[in-house]
């Protein structure tokens, strides 16, 4: 029986670090998937590639693997287990979360990799 589904989108995605008091560039706002990091050191985005962003590092090329949810908060072990399933294969993840679900980005030269060490572990993955 299969563990959790995650689902491979489509897009590719950049991860910026901007300083702390920088703004958060209006495009991304009006971008219809971003990810907001905020601490007293640096403001972090994640946000499609194709998205120009002037930033103080970046760093491209990530996939993403969104777990399909919701997932309710209670549930114990789920970023654990596909993290410990990734890093047996070697594969180095960025992981986002939101309120209903995970988001597990890797790089696009090991997303096959990936895909395939959490298929042989039982989960299932979805590509369109």
Known sequence: MAKQTLSVLDDTF??????EDQAIPAPVLSSDIYFIGKTHDELSLVVKQSLPIEAIESDYDWRVLEVL???NLSMVGIMADIGAVLASAK??????STFETDYFLVKNDTLATAISALEKA?????QD
């Open 14 to 19: 950049a991860i910026h670090s901007l300083s």
């Open 69 to 71: 949810g919701p997932l």
């Open 91 to 96: 594969v180095s993840i960025f992981v986002v």
């Open 122 to 126: 039982k989960y299932e993955v979805i």
